[in-house]
């Protein structure tokens, strides 16, 4: 699933929030924003999925490519350890909504849309809009 090819404007605010404007399945653009802070935490220096709080133990966070996560985190040590993280892996557009993956995954009925060629994805229905061709 790769939001950042259904997206423009991607940055990361003040408050280490993702923003972005996200195309829906009716091909507008769409503001969105995903609280990072409330997904991933630091688990001795490194990102994780399904914490929360990393901002408060980082430094020099910022967004490359409009899709790695990366800066320094601090270890139990003490050590500041630099990380980087595809969000790719764990966020999707949703309809025009920048999403994680697990916030959604009840609603579709199969894993196809996990796809490279998968851009966005329509909530009620779980069908993909492949951007390269146009289809469904």
């Known amino acids: 699933m790769a939001f950042y090819k259904s997206s423009r404007d991607v940055k990361l605010d003040s408050d280490l929030n993702l923003q972005a404007k996200c195309m829906n399945m009716r091909k ?3 503001d969105s924003k995903f609280l990072l802070t409330q997904k991933f935490g630091n688990d001795n220096g490194n990102f994780v999925w399904g914490g929360c709080d990393f901002h408060y133990s980082a430094r020099d966070v910022t967004l490359r490519e409009n899709r790695f996560l990366e800066g320094k985190l601090q ?3 003490g050590e500041w350890k630099y990380q980087s993280l595809d969000l790719g892996h764990y966020i999707a557009n949703f309809d025009g909504a ?3 993956f697990d ?3 009840d609603h579709l009925a199969d894993d196809s849309w996990h796809g490279a060629d998968c851009y966005i ?3 009620a229905s779980g069908l993909c809009l ?6 469904f």
């Open 98 to 100: 920048l999403r994680a």
């Open 130 to 135: 492949d951007l390269d061709n146009g289809q």
């Open 28 to 30: 507008e653009w769409e």
């Open 103 to 105: 916030d959604k995954q």
């Open 121 to 123: 994805v329509n909530e």
């Open 75 to 77: 270890a139990m040590s």
